[in-house]
């Protein structure tokens, strides 16, 4: 399992939170997907064999949610 870290532009609505959470867990691959509202950054733990954290970090942004960095570990 990898663990990806995208800060987002600051989020406006705590259902934002839900939309993205609810959109990446449904992805396969994605064990778990967070995000924070006050920091404004989406936690993923994801399988790189199935899904890579560009595709994730793709899928926000269609979300309607510009990512200022990402982080793999």
Known sequence: ???????????????????I???LS???????AKVLFNSSKARVMF???TIQADELQNTI???G???LSQKVS
């Open 1 to 19: 399992m990898k663990k990806a870290v995208f800060t987002l532009e600051p989020l406006s609505c705590p259902s934002c939170i839900k939309k």
């Open 26 to 32: 449904k992805l396969n691959g994605v064990q778990e």
């Open 47 to 49: 399988d790189a064999e």
């Open 65 to 67: 949610y510009p990512v």
């Open 61 to 63: 942004v269609k979300l």
């Open 21 to 23: 959470e609810s959109t």
